[in-house]
């Protein structure tokens, strides 16, 4: 008897009543690629600047306004199995990126420690195969990178954009590096890079098709600049990493598997639905024991997910209450605003938030508090 099941990602041979495996199950190493998860809110306007916007786990770098101003959204559309993407419009053009080392890309990081079956640094260094889907009215070429952080090693692809305002799946395969790995442990090793546009120095020499050090060759001369043209966009979704030389049908996962992946590097009190904000009428609740006159210290929060490490803190206001824009407000009789507000005990796990008042609590009273907070540890 011989029997084989290919569904999905899911990969099983069966062969006179013997069961194996070829390791494909769960293979996708991409966080979100389906863009399913927003924690940040659906949309930034005017973003001059790098850092993680709307989708979880995936970086903007926009550099500086040198490259124009952009709109980053999550958008509710994608080819068919997909209903969200990432996009990436243009609101203020800059037709000529001519000052150094300014770029617009997208990208995902990752632990060293998730890319040891990457066998990278050894002679049976593996390929690495990338498929995504891509939407955008700049017709031309793209560039995707990939880069090993720990050796400032990396290799680059090309891709192109067909036609205007239509999706098209696409694939890349890249060999694997016999000569550098990943550190085992959870700082950032590979990124993922896609390029929108760059200056001419990191696109004037030949483009790194094997793995190099060299940071002039890291875009293609022939990239497209969409930021040359108020209006111009770019989507991208189902977005898989995976080890080999072939791409497998994107794994899809459910919301609740994709959160939790994404809370290992960001959360926060609030709903899902809801975007940080100190105007939000709404937040977490607790006691709130006073140690003396000045210090009190609120209820431990526990993460839902153990975090890549210890987390940076973001207090937010609660607008229900007389709190003011990032403290936290406790009750006595009526809400106060305390005077300022900080974290003790903060590991990967949990903090003990600590609300300071020049004078008022008394020592020993149990009070009630309100506010909301951001926990932070992306790569």
């Known amino acids: 008897m011989s029997v084989t099941i290919n569904h999905q990602t ?12 070829d390791g494909r199950t769960g293979s996708n190493l991409i966080i979100n690629g389906a863009m399913q998860v927003a924690q ?12 993680y916007r709307t989708c ?3 970086k903007v770098d926009v550099g500086s306004s040198d490259t124009g101003a952009w ?28 000052a150094d080392w300014r770029l617009v890309n997208i990208q995902q990081r990752f632990e060293g420690q998730n890319m040891t079956q990457t ?62 790995g990943f550190s085992s442990d959870n700082t950032p090793s590979l990124y993922l890079i896609f390029f929108l546009a760059a200056s001419p120095n990191l696109s004037s020499g030949s483009l790194n098709t094997t ?3 060299s940071t002039t060759g890291r875009v293609s001369g022939s990239n497209v600049n969409l930021a040359d043209t108020v209006g111009n966009y770019f989507q991208i979704t189902g977005v898989q990493l995976e080890v080999g030389d072939t791409a497998t049908p994107f794994e899809h996962r459910s919301y609740g598997d994709e ?7 960001y959360q926060k009190s609030y709903p899902q639905a809801v975007a940080p904000s100190n105007s939000v009428v709404s937040g977490v609740e607790g006691p709130l024991a006073a140690h003396n006159a000045h210090t009190a210290y609120a209820t431990t929060m526990q993460y839902p997910v153990v975090m890549r490490t210890n987390p940076t ?4 206001a609660n607008a229900g209450t007389s709190s003011v824009a990032g403290k936290w407000a406790y009750y006595n009789g009526s809400w106060n605003a305390v005077d300022s507000i900080g974290a003790s005990s903060i590991s990967d796990r949990w903090f003990t938030p600590s609300l300071t008042k020049m004078s008022g609590f008394t020592a020993q009273n149990v009070y009630l508090f309100s506010g909301n907070y951001v926990l932070d540890a992306e790569l």
């Open 313 to 316: 803190i973001t207090f937010y």
């Open 211 to 213: 793995w190099s050090n």
């Open 56 to 58: 979880d786990r995936w």
């Open 71 to 98: 709109t980053v959204s999550q958008a509710s559309d994608g080819p068919e199995g997909f209903s969200k993407s990432m996009k990436v419009e243009c609101t203020t053009a800059k037709t000529d990126i001519s």
């Open 119 to 180: 066998k990278f640094g050894t002679a049976n260094a593996e390929s690495l195969t990338v498929s995504f889907w891509v939407k955008s009215n700049k017709l031309g070429t793209y560039t995707m990178e990939l880069a090993n952080e720990n050796a400032s090693y990396r290799l680059s692809n090309t891709f192109s954009v067909n036609g205007s305002g239509v999706w098209e799946k696409k694939t890349v395969t890249v060999a694997g590096d016999t000569t550098h």
């Open 259 to 265: 959160l939790q992946r994404c809370q290992r590097y």
């Open 10 to 21: 899911n990969h099983i041979t069966a062969t006179n009543g013997s069961v194996t495996t």
């Open 40 to 51: 940040r809110g659906t949309s930034a306007t005017g973003v001059t600047s790098d850092g």
